[in-house]
C-alpha cells in the first residue's frame, strides 16, 4: 500500500496566531479551499457600517458552520432512521416467500 505524504502547511485564520497543520498530500488543496472559503466569511463580519471585532467575526463564521455540520449530520440520521424502517417493511412484507 502507498503512504501518503503529508505536509505541514501553516493555518492563519482571522487574527489567530498562526499555526502548523499535517495534511495528506492530497488533500492540501481542499484545506487551503476550506482556509480561504473561513477568512472571507469573517472579512464580511469585519467591515462596513456594524463591523465586528475579529474575535466576534471568528466565533459567528464557527457557529454558522457548526450549525451547517449538524443540520447535514441530522439529516443524515434522519434518512438513515427512514432507510431503516424501510428496510423492516420489506423484510416483513417478504416474511416466508423464500
Known amino acids: 500500500m502507498k503512504q501518503q505524504n503529508e505536509h505541514r502547511i501553516t493555518i ?3 487574527d489567530a496566531d498562526p499555526f ?4 495528506k498530500e492530497d488533500e492540501e488543496s ?3 479551499h476550506v482556509i480561504e472559503q473561513i477568512n472571507a466569511n469573517v472579512n464580511k463580519f469585519l467591515y462596513g457600517p456594524n463591523a465586528d ?3 466576534v467575526a471568528l ?3 464557527t457557529l454558522y458552520y457548526g ?3 449538524y443540520r447535514q449530520a441530522n439529516l443524515i440520521n434522519n434518512q438513515a432512521e427512514m432507510l431503516q424502517a424501510f ?3 420489506i423484510d416483513k412484507l417478504l416474511e ?3
Open 12 to 14: 492563519k485564520i482571522a
Open 20 to 23: 502548523k497543520l499535517p495534511v
Open 30 to 32: 481542499f484545506y487551503r
Open 53 to 55: 471585532t475579529p474575535s
Open 59 to 61: 466565533a459567528k463564521v
Open 67 to 69: 450549525t451547517l455540520l
Open 87 to 89: 428496510e423492516e417493511k
Open 96 to 98: 416466508g416467500t423464500d
